[in-house]
C-alpha cells in the first residue's frame, strides 16, 4: 500500500502549519548561495500545497518570512521578498484552477509596496476559492501577533466598545492575525531543528509537533503522507485521561 493510501481521510487534520526551515543549509551544502535553496524551495511549497489539496485539507500555513527575517544580510532579504512576489504572480493562476484560496498573516504594512501589492492583488484574485486556504505567515511573528492584539484589545476597552471582563478566549482569537482560521492540529518543522521559532504560539496550544531531519527544498509529498500518518497514530487528549476519550 503506498503511503498516500494509508492515510484515514476521515481523520485528516483540518489545519497543518508547517516551518519551512533548512534552504540555506541545503544551498551550502551544494556550494550555492543561500538564495538558490529558497529558490528551490519553492517547488516544495509547490508540492506540499498540491498534496495538501488533494487529500482534502482545508488550511495549509507556512512560515514564509518572520519578523526576525528582517535581520538577515540585506542582499538576502531583497532576494527572498522578488522570489515572494515572482512565486505569487507566477502561481496565481495554478491557485485559481486548483480553487485554492491564498491569504496572508503577519505584519503585512512591513512588506515593501510591490510585495504587498502583489500579495492583496492574489488574494482579492482568489478570494472565492472554497477548497482549501493556502496561508502565508510573513513578517509574522507570535509575539509581534500578542503583541498587536493586547494593543487593539486595550484601544477598545479605552474607547468603552469591549468590556474588559468580556475578554474570553474567543474575544482573544477574534484579535489575531489568524482570525477566521481554526487552529492547527498539526504543527510540522524541517531540518532537524525542535524550536517554535515564535510561530504561532497561541494557536498551537494543543497541536501535534512532528520534526523532520529533512531540509526544506528536499521535502516531498511523501514526507508530507509521512507526518501525517504518523499524526494519525497519535491520541489528542487535551488534558483528558484516555477513558474519556473512548
Ligand atoms: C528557512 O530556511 C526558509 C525561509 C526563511 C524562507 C522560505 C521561503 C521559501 C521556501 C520561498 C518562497 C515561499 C513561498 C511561500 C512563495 P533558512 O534560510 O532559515 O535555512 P537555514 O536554517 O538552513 O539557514
Redesign the pocket.
Known amino acids: 500500500m503506498s503511503l498516500k493510501e494509508q492515510i484515514n481521510l476521515s481523520r485528516l487534520p483540518q489545519h497543518v502549519a508547517i516551518i ?9 551544502r551544494q556550494g550555492e548561495q ?1 538564495i538558490f ?3 528551490h ?2 517547488r ?2 509547490r508540492d506540499t500545497t498540491e498534496a495538501a489539496a488533494e487529500l482534502g485539507i482545508k488550511f495549509l500555513t ?5 519578523t526576525e ?1 528582517w535581520n538577515r544580510p540585506k542582499a ?1 532579504v531583497d532576494a ?1 521578498m522578488e ?2 512576489i515572482q ?2 504572480l507566477a ?1 496565481t493562476a495554478t491557485l485559481n484552477k486548483n480553487n485554492i484560496r491564498l491569504l496572508a498573516i503577519g505584519d503585512l504594512e512591513s512588506l515593501p509596496g510591490n510585495c504587498h501589492q502583489q500579495l492583496r492583488e492574489a488574494m482579492a484574485a482568489t478570494a472565492s476559492n472554497t477548497r482549501m486556504s493556502l496561508v ?1 505567515a510573513l513578517s509574522y511573528s507570535a509575539k509581534w501577533e500578542l503583541l498587536d492584539a493586547v494593543q487593539r484589545i486595550s484601544q477598545d476597552v479605552k474607547k468603552g466598545t469591549l468590556d474588559a471582563s468580556a475578554i474570553n478566549e474567543e474575544v482573544f482569537s477574534n484579535y489575531l492575525t489568524t482570525v477566521g482560521i481554526p487552529d492547527p492540529e498539526l504543527l510540522i518543522r524541517t ?1 532537524g ?1 525542535h524550536r517554535i521559532s515564535n510561530f504561532l504560539l497561541w494557536q498551537i496550544a494543543y497541536s501535534e509537533l512532528y520534526f523532520t531531519d529533512k ?3 528536499e521535502f516531498t509529498k511523501e514526507d508530507f503522507y509521512t507526518a501525517l500518518i504518523d499524526y494519525q497514530q497519535r491520541e489528542r487528549r487535551f488534558g483528558l485521561v484516555s477513558e474519556q476519550l473512548k
Not at 20 to 28: F, K, P, V
Request: charged content about 15%; cysteine-free.
Open positions: 519551512m526551515d533548512g534552504n540555506g543549509r541545503w544551498a551550502q543561500r535553496g529558497h529558490q524551495g519553492v516544495a511549497v507556512l512560515y514564509a518570512f518572520s527575517n538576502e527572498l522570489l515572494l512565486t505569487i502561481e502565508l531540518s531543528e531540509l526544506w527544498p
